[in-house]
């Protein structure tokens, strides 16, 4: 539930000695943190005050509010605005905000959706994959050829001599997309086929024996695109609130 909380006269009082400038002002919201995040909404109020929405999509967003906030009638909304001390006016932009986000994300970046996961294919597909890992090239040696040859299965080895985490699984990590595990784990998983056994590999202090399960190639389906025109859009918003923040401080 949206709360809008009316500061105390003693807590205006305060920030008005403490901020009695703009200069005290940054300072203070720099002091606890906050002016980051303020430059951000800040950014995206800018970007936003074009989009447009229809008088449709403004009431259904507006009875969409309403229900969450169980104001059930006209007068139900009327008491709520009194309490927080709002008009429609301002109200109507507070809850169409997300909804005006989302459309400008589009706008903005929607036709590079496709050669973005192109570019980001690689580290999206997932795997499942199956790991032991031991310290000693010789143990890492015999446990191979114990699987290759079928003497004991892979699970089985990897519950009672694998040195990680993994051993509680029997080895199986995964569904994980490519960009998670360590990059030699990766290029070696991406070059591999489901089924077969990888000889063992130094990595770090550690020496691997790696077995693909199965390989699942990311889809630009809508659940994806989503994601993709968020980081889009993250990037974009971490790169103008880290050149306002810089200008901020030039300036003062």
């Not at 009327?78 to 309490?83: C, R």
Request: proline residues 4%; contains cysteine; aromatic residues 8%.
């Amino acid at each position: 539930m949206v709360q809008i909380l009316q500061p105390s006269f003693s807590l205006l009082t305060t920030l008005r000695d403490r901020a009695s400038t703009v200069d005290d002002l940054l300072a203070l919201l720099k002091h606890y943190g906050l002016l980051p995040q303020l430059l951000r909404e800040i950014l995206i109020d800018q970007e936003i005050a074009a989009i447009q929405l229809t008088s449709d999509e403004t009431l259904q967003a507006c009875q969409q509010f309403y229900q969450q906030q169980q104001l059930k009638s006209e007068a139900d909304v009327q008491a709520w605005l009194k309490e927080k001390n709002l008009s429609r006016d301002q109200l109507e932009p507070v809850i169409t905000r997300t909804l005006r986000l989302e459309r400008y994300k589009q706008v903005t970046w929607g036709h590079k959706l496709e050669p973005y996961f192109l570019e980001r294919k690689a580290r999206l597909d997932r795997v499942i994959y199956s790991l032991i890992r031991v310290k000693e090239i010789g143990t890492a040696q015999e446990l191979y050829f114990r699987i290759q040859e079928g003497e004991e299965s892979f699970e089985k080895i990897a519950r009672e001599h694998s040195l990680g985490a993994e051993a509680e699984t029997g080895g199986l990590l995964g569904p994980v997309e490519l960009g998670v595990p360590h990059p030699a784990i990766a290029k070696l998983l991406l070059t591999s086929q489901p089924g077969r056994l990888l000889p063992p590999t130094r990595l770090n202090e550690w020496f691997v024996i790696l077995r693909l399960e199965k390989f699942l190639p990311a889809q630009l389906d809508e659940a994806m695109q989503q994601r993709l025109l968020n980081e889009l859009f993250e990037n974009w918003l971490q790169e103008e609130a880290t050149k306002a923040l810089a200008s901020i401080d030039t300036d003062h």
